[in-house]
């Protein structure tokens, strides 16, 4: 399936629903009122089409696709602690380009020593592991094969 996108008429139909918080024509962005409203309806028993439709969505512009796979992402965020809060720009995947704080970098620096003595005590276990197993293998017997 290929990715269905908005003409410029639906974007604009789609921005004025006040369910959505941001839209271009590839995507849409329900706000946190939306996410919930959608949660309770479903509790409600209400088919994930119906509450689309009921908040002022046109179901054929958002698409059947989009609607499955937005009930499937609520189901989720509903179990997180963060609850509907969008998370993409607090957890970007980039490291942090902001200066530390003494106490922040104390504390990263102890995570790294902490990793670092675990990984040299795996080392360890791994050498003597090794060196055992070399002391069990059979010694070939230099002086037998003379005649």
Do not use: W
């Not at 590839?26 to 689309?52: C, N, W």
């Not at 009921?54 to 989720?76: H, L, P, W």
């Not at 795996?122 to 003597?128: D, I």
Request: no cysteine.
């Amino acid at each position: 399936m290929g990715v269905h996108y908005f003409s410029n008429e639906q974007v604009e139909e789609l921005r004025r629903n006040p369910y959505v918080d941001k839209v271009s024509n590839k995507a849409i962005t329900y706000s946190e009122v939306f996410k919930q409203h959608f949660m309770d309806e479903q509790h409600r028993g209400k088919l994930p089409t119906q509450i689309f439709r009921e908040a002022g969505f046109d179901t054929k512009v958002v698409g059947k696709e989009r609607i499955n796979s937005f009930s499937k992402r609520i189901r989720k965020m509903a179990d997180r602690i963060e609850g509907f809060t969008d998370l993409r720009a607090q957890h970007s995947g980039r490291r942090q380009t902001k200066e530390r704080t003494s106490e922040e970098e104390i504390t990263y620096l102890k995570h790294q020593v902490a990793l670092q003595k675990q990984q040299i005590e795996a080392l360890k276990k791994m050498n003597y592991i090794n060196r055992q197993a070399t002391k069990t293998l059979p010694k070939k017997n230099i002086n037998s094969s003379k005649h």
